[in-house]
């Protein structure tokens, strides 16, 4: 569970983006400085503590207790940085976000249409975790199944398996979601038949721009893998959907034997950065 309220969480959202372009560089003292300050002059760490008296002189013992709770605030905020661009995570939340690197892999759900969704992906979707999990893990054990490959056919082959022997009443649930699930695909198809994509809402734009980072540190990292080791240097550039400002981003896989990137490596990089941001500007 959270520790932040509504309010907190809205406006730690809105420092993402600013983290994430320190990420680059990887400097981030300027941006903990300010953001700290920030956030604790909206929300002091003296008004959390209900026992500490708010309008008088603090005992040397209170101040000290006050000075402890804010730093155990600025792990917790560091924290919540940290973890919400960790690129292990995002990888293992897998459809929990908007940017799904599987979708991305295969050219954008917008582009697709060739298959139909099955009746059993639906299946998946809903029961995976819960009814089929456990028993696909344990026979990719026991028959000592190590290639990724393998183990995603043994895991569908379990749940087919799975679904085959449930019974009617969770069939019929399966059945009625995959009908409104090739709906959906149907309406899509046809969209994309006449060349129109369907408009991204504000929310959608706002979420995939917070997972951009973790989701390139994946594709990338996969694109560098399979190709013996390939170094890549992406930069971007646009409206912000949270601010509304143009903004230019930068993500380097890639770096010498000191640990340096081609951003910290070659030194009128920030030359280019300022170039990007001219076409970026005259591209809006």
């Known amino acids: ?17 600013a983290y994430i372009a320190c990420q680059a560089t990887k400097v981030y003292h300027t941006f903990w400085n300010t953001m700290t300050r920030e956030f604790l002059s909206r929300w002091p760490e003296r008004a ?16 000290s207790r006050v000075a402890q709770a ?17 690129v292990a995570r995002l990888a293992r939340s ?19 249409g060739t298959r139909a969704p099955q009746e059993v992906e639906v299946y998946s979707q809903m029961h995976y975790e819960d009814r089929v999990k456990a028993e696909a893990d344990a026979l990719i054990a026991s028959e000592t199944v190590t290639s990724r490959g393998d183990k995603l056919l043994m895991r569908r082959i379990v749940t087919r398996d799975k679904y085959a022997k449930e019974p009617e009443e969770i069939k019929a649930e399966v059945r009625r979601r995959h009908q409104v699930a ?19 809402d504000d929310e959608t734009k706002t979420k995939a721009f ?4 973790g989701h390139l540190d994946c594709v990338f990292r996969h694109l560098s893998h399979k190709t013996g080791g390939l170094k890549f240097t992406c930069i971007a550039g646009g409206r912000n959907p949270i601010t509304g400002e143009a903004v230019v981003l930068d993500f380097h896989i890639g770096d010498t034997a000191e640990g340096v990137d081609f951003s910290a490596h070659y030194p009128k990089f920030t030359d280019v950065r ?8 005259e591209a809006l």
């Not at 026992?51 to 209170?62: C, F, G, H, K």
């Open 48 to 63: 959390r503590l209900t026992d500490i008296p708010q309008d008088v002189e603090l005992s040397d013992e209170q101040k």
């Open 1 to 17: 569970k959270t520790w932040t309220t509504p309010e907190e969480e809205v406006f730690l959202q809105s420092q993402l983006p």
């Open 274 to 281: 300022a170039a990007y941001a001219t076409f970026v500007n």
């Open 94 to 112: 897998g459809g929990s976000g908007v940017l799904r690197l599987d979708t991305t892999l295969a050219g954008g759900d917008e582009m697709r």
């Open 70 to 86: 804010i730093l155990k605030r600025q792990s917790a905020l560091k924290n919540w940085f940290r973890w919400r661009t960790n």
């Open 210 to 213: 917070l997972e951009l980072a």
């Open 182 to 200: 090739l709906k959906k695909w149907r309406q899509s198809r046809e969209l994309n038949k006449a060349g129109i994509v369907e408009e991204v």
